[in-house]
């Protein structure tokens, strides 16, 4: 799930309805355990006020960006948790080059960040769409190293998840989305537009995760099609990543033992 570091991928070498090994009530007793020590290290985090996280979700529509947010964050204070959901960019943004908008959303010290989308949409919908010419975006796979290795140089932790589901899966969740009155919301006509170019974002993807596939940065390729399993990879994936940042609560104020509480 974890290509090498600047391997050469090939998305159909990664089965999409994988669950590894492991048995779906096992995942889930074990992703409750997770969450209780992910809520411990995000607290920690906080307190310590040294590093941060930065978590990139990209997916094609219906790859479960939404609900593996909503699932694998509901166990940590939200306080220390910022969302942001990159959408097509605004006239000021575009006026600034691409990362100009990424860099302010990226997490303060002490907090998680997760971006819903992010400055790898600047490869993938830009490039498929021809929004801007090929020796401009091929340029982009480098600044983006040189911009990630930045920001883990000043304390930023990188995880990078792509959800990878098969186009039969997205048909499946397309129809429920058109079948439930509770969903339609969440689709759009223009989805369908992009499902025709599904083999494009492939292969955009494929260079994606090849080309920014970093030691420092990795991206993690997650079998999206079994959602419990999904949520099982990236909790896991998180908790791991927390636990190797050396996180401790601060050290107490000098002489807290000797102070008593006036009344
Ligand atoms: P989502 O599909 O993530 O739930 P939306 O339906 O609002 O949210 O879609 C956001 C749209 O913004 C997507 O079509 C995405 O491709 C587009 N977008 C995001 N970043 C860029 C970018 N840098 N350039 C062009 N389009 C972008």
Redesign the pocket.
Known sequence: MRPEPLSRVSLKDYDTRYSGEIDRKVAKALENQLEERMAELQEMLYAQGEHSLLIVLQAM?AGG??STIKKVFDCVNPQGVHVY?????TEEERDHD?LWRIHQRVPRKGYIGIF??SHY??V???RVND?VPEDVWRKRYEQINQFEKLLTESGTRILKFYLHISKDEQRERFQERLDRPDKNWKF?K?DLD?RKQWDDYMRAYEDVLTYCNTDYAPWHIVPADRKWYRNFVVTKTIVEALESMSLAYPAPEEGLDKIEIPD
């Open positions: 529509d960006k939404d959901s990159f959408k097509v960019p691409f819903n989308r949409e600047d993938l919908v830009v929004l759009s223009g992009v």
